[in-house]
């Protein structure tokens, strides 16, 4: 019988989360059912009108972002302009300029210049104002939800928590506390000059 040092074991690798597992398998089959689709539009008609939808989705898709991205700078100028008229003049600051949606046009363009029919349908819905809203509101409400839920030991508690690694493997983990200015000790030497 020998006795020695024990090999350390690595720490338990924490669950994979859902989003990681299944992420991969739906982009796998979004691709093959866009690719499928092509081929079966491509099958009734001609390849050159596949061509042509796939040019005209990249075309409509840059219009579409770089008017998106025109009415943000826009919006964003008015609203410099108004805040720099109201401090000035002493009048409160109108209400911000409408800029929802911008995001979301966006991202619309972006799915029309992707290849491909069904992103291309998904890019057209994003770009219809009621769609907009809904979307916007369930994003929303999804992440006040999920800072609602968010605890200690996630996202949420990463600036009261800290972590520190030992050598062996644990984690230990504490709570960061800074210390006030004026109870700080101050230093006798005075600071270097030039």
Do not use: C
């Not at 024990?6 to 989360?17: E, L």
């Not at 050159?48 to 990249?58: E, K, N, P, Q, S």
């Not at 409408?98 to 057209?124: C, F, K, R, T, V």
């Not at 605890?151 to 030992?166: D, E």
Request: glycine share 10%; no cysteine; charged share 20%.
């Amino acid at each position: 019988m020998t006795t020695g040092a024990q090999t350390p074991r690595p720490p338990a690798r924490p669950p994979r989360s859902r989003l990681r597992t299944f992420l991969p398998l739906g982009v796998a089959a979004w691709l093959v059912l866009e690719i499928w689709l092509l081929t079966v539009v491509a099958g009734t008609s001609s390849g050159f009108v596949v061509f042509l939808l796939l040019v005209a989705g990249v075309v409509l898709g840059s219009v579409v972002i770089k008017a998106a991205g025109r009415r943000a700078f826009r919006n964003l100028t008015q609203t410099l302009d108004q805040q720099q008229s109201a401090t000035r003049s002493g009048i409160p600051p109108e209400a911000r300029p409408n800029s929802e949606g911008n995001g979301l046009m966006m991202l619309g363009g972006l799915l029309l210049i992707l290849p491909g029919l069904i992103s291309d349908a998904l890019g057209l819905l994003l770009l219809l104002p009621p769609v907009q809203k809904a979307v916007s509101r369930y994003a929303q409400r999804t992440v006040e939800r999920k800072l609602r839920e968010a605890s200690p030991g996630t996202l949420g508690g990463a600036f009261h928590q800290a972590r520190m690694h030992r050598p062996d493997g644990k984690v230990v983990q504490g709570e960061v506390i800074r210390d006030d200015p004026d109870d700080a000790p101050q230093d006798p030497r005075p600071p270097l000059t030039r």
